[in-house]
């Protein structure tokens, strides 16, 4: 299937592991030119120099903090300078630490807050005014199963994911008219660095182990295993397609079916 993203513009964030760097991976097979954007700058030229190898598409990379505005102002003019313009932007950040309500500080809900929303509203400021200048656009959130089902332990994650999506919902309808489409993407457990990592926080704090937390979450998931980043770019890489071009302001999970709800 031609996806029809050949010649098309993306910067993603948080693009040398886990998530990002499979969304990356994946639109560079389907053609894409690529602004990738990580706060490690040699795991970021690693990842890079991987996919340009691999591909043959043209990549850069912008390193930086998208929770910090100047940041997000560089990497995007970084973006345009090279290419002349931004089509499809893919946010994405690492997910906030795990904890009860009691046990976080209010800085842990300001960091979480420029992290999870503020660096969504800062990069889609930038590229809106390309996008409806071309009458063509893709804004792509990727935020997490936690917006749609909360998940115990995880407060910052499920407060700030939720308000991404009653941004996204919103906008999706402003700017809809110009052929621009606002999604939300909802992975779940994946096999990724994060999900290691908060495994391996939960399995501290029950004094288990790692494996057993993983295998608690496999029994939640109806397929029985954790998700793999390709599973998850494939469908991305359809939301910000020519091909999805009638779906915006949804938020749809590639979850293995660990949501319970029905819509």
């Known amino acids: 299937m031609d996806l029809g993203l050949k010649e098309k513009v993306a910067l993603i964030g948080g693009a040398s592991q886990g998530l990002g760097r499979a969304v990356a991976e994946e ?4 053609g894409c030119s690529l602004v990738l954007c990580a706060r490690n700058p040699q795991t970021l030229n690693e990842t890079c120099d991987a996919i340009r190898e ?3 598409v043209h990549v850069i990379p912008a390193s930086g903090d998208l929770s910090i505005r100047r940041d997000v102002e560089r990497m995007f003019n970084e973006g345009v300078q090279r290419f002349g313009q931004i089509d499809i932007l893919v946010t994405n950040t690492g997910g906030p630490p795990a904890g009860r309500f009691e046990d976080l500080t209010p800085e842990n809900w300001e960091d979480a807050h420029q992290g999870l929303l503020t660096s969504v509203l800062d ?5 809106l005014p390309g996008m409806k200048e071309r009458r063509w656009g893709r804004v792509l959130n990727i935020t997490s199963i936690a917006s749609k089902q909360p998940v115990d332990g995880l407060i910052l994650s499920n ?3 939720a308000a991404v999506t009653g941004f996204a919902k919103t906008l999706a309808n402003e700017v809809a008219e110009f052929g621009i489409t606002v999604n939300n993407i909802l992975p779940g457990y994946t096999a990724t660095e994060r999900v290691d990592e908060l495994a391996q926080t ?3 704090k029950e004094r288990t182990d790692p494996a057993g937390i993983r295998a608690r979450w ?9 998700g793999r980043t390709e599973e998850f770019a494939a469908f991305a890489a359809f939301l910000v397609s020519e091909r999805a071009s009638y779906i915006t302001g949804s938020s749809v999970a590639v979850d293995g079916g660990w949501i319970r709800s029905l819509f």
Request: aromatic residues 0%; positive net charge.
């Open 27 to 30: 639109l560079a097979a389907e």
């Open 54 to 56: 691999k591909t043959g």
């Open 123 to 127: 990069l889609t400021r930038l590229a």
């Open 159 to 161: 407060s700030i994911r």
């Open 202 to 204: 939960l399995a501290a």
């Open 218 to 226: 496999e029994a939640q998931i109806p397929m029985k295993r954790l």
